[in-house]
């Protein structure tokens, strides 16, 4: 098939064969997606015209669609050729994502269009406990609690902790940590964590652990920030006192 525009200069006529692309599927539906996380989808793209492809970009109708990338070929798409590339959905709000692609090439824009649709999705994680009393604890001495992260959502991909991070300092008597098995005798066993990255499936949880060690008497009070997602927090409280 060709879409062929003949134009007329004086006597003569030039004739001007626009590529065509076929897409498979013509429809990419991504489903529910976490913020700022990533999924790939495949896309088969043949040429169905009689002259040979460069894609050089990858946009909407608007030109400033940023959740949806694509991966080009550095190749030319050759005629009747069908190439594999990948398409990623990346949403940076919550909601609907739904809108048409097109590809531009060396020779100006594909005119047929590729429906993507996906949804942005807060993170719905339980935090157990939400707040933490480690009570009284001697001066010097450590004193664990084991926190819960549920993931109660239910969809086909886990999401990732890029930024689990804690904003808890060094020095602050309320750390998270973990166990280090290399610790020597009348060590400290738990050593500060000062990242934590991971992943949740669905219908799964993982635990980490605080830590309160006071370095002096009295009570102390801190917060502890999980980030999962550019735009999601979670808070955890936390009190110890610190006694002889």
Same mark, same amino acid.
């Given at each position: 098939?060709?879409?062929?525009?003949?134009?007329?200069?004086?006597?003569?006529?030039?004739?001007? *064969?626009?590529?065509?692309?076929?897409?498979?599927?013509?429809?990419?539906?991504?489903?529910?997606?976490?913020?700022?996380?990533?999924?790939?989808?495949?896309?088969? &793209?043949?040429? @169905?015209?009689?002259?040979?492809?460069?894609?050089?970009?990858?946009?909407?109708?608007?030109? @400033?669609?940023?959740?949806?990338?694509?991966?080009?070929?550095?190749?030319?798409?050759?005629?009747?050729?069908?190439?594999? &590339?990948?398409?990623?959905?990346?949403?940076?709000?919550?909601?609907?994502?739904?809108?048409?692609?097109?590809?531009?090439?060396?020779?100006?824009?594909?005119?047929?269009?590729?429906?993507?649709? /996906?949804?942005?999705?807060?993170? !719905?994680?339980?935090?157990?406990?939400?707040?933490?009393?480690? /009570?009284?604890?001697?001066?010097?001495?450590?004193?664990?609690?084991?926190?819960?992260?549920? !993931?109660?959502?239910?969809?086909?991909?886990?999401? @990732?902790?890029? !930024?689990?991070?804690? +904003?808890?300092?060094?020095?602050?008597?309320?750390?998270?940590?973990?166990?280090?098995?290399?610790?020597?005798?009348?060590?400290?066993?738990? +050593?500060?964590?000062?990242?934590?990255?991971? *992943?949740?499936?669905?219908?799964?949880?993982?635990?980490?652990?605080?830590?309160?060690?006071?370095?002096?008497?009295?009570?102390?009070?801190? +917060?502890?920030?999980?980030?999962?997602?550019?735009?999601?927090?979670?808070?955890?409280?936390?009190?110890?006192?610190?006694?002889?």
């Amino acid at each position: 098939a060709l879409m062929i525009t003949t134009l007329s200069c004086g006597n003569e006529k030039l004739t001007i *064969v626009k590529p065509k692309l076929k897409f498979y599927p013509s429809t990419l539906d991504f489903g529910g997606v976490i913020i700022g996380n990533s999924f790939p989808k495949e896309l088969q &793209i043949t040429n @169905e015209g009689s002259v040979p492809v460069k894609l050089t970009s990858f946009i909407d109708n608007s030109g @400033e669609n940023k959740e949806y990338t694509a991966i080009l070929p550095e190749e030319e798409i050759q005629p009747t050729k069908t190439y594999k &590339i990948q398409v990623i959905y990346k949403p940076t709000n919550e909601g609907i994502d739904n809108t048409d692609m097109a590809f531009k090439t060396s020779k100006g824009k594909i005119d047929q269009m590729l429906k993507v649709k /996906g949804k942005g999705l807060k993170p !719905n994680v339980s935090v157990n406990p939400s707040t933490v009393d480690f /009570g009284d604890v001697t001066v010097f001495q450590t004193k664990t609690v084991t926190i819960t992260l549920s !993931n109660v959502l239910e969809f086909e991909t886990p999401f @990732e902790f890029s !930024n689990l991070v804690h +904003e808890l300092k060094e020095e602050e008597p309320f750390q998270l940590v973990k166990f280090n098995d290399n610790a020597k005798e009348g060590e400290n066993p738990y +050593e500060p964590v000062p990242i934590i990255k991971g *992943v949740i499936p669905p219908k799964s949880e993982i635990m980490v652990t605080l830590s309160f060690t006071p370095q002096d008497l009295g009570e102390r009070k801190a +917060e502890v920030d999980f980030k999962l997602c550019p735009t999601c927090l979670e808070s955890i409280s936390l009190t110890g006192n610190g006694i002889k």
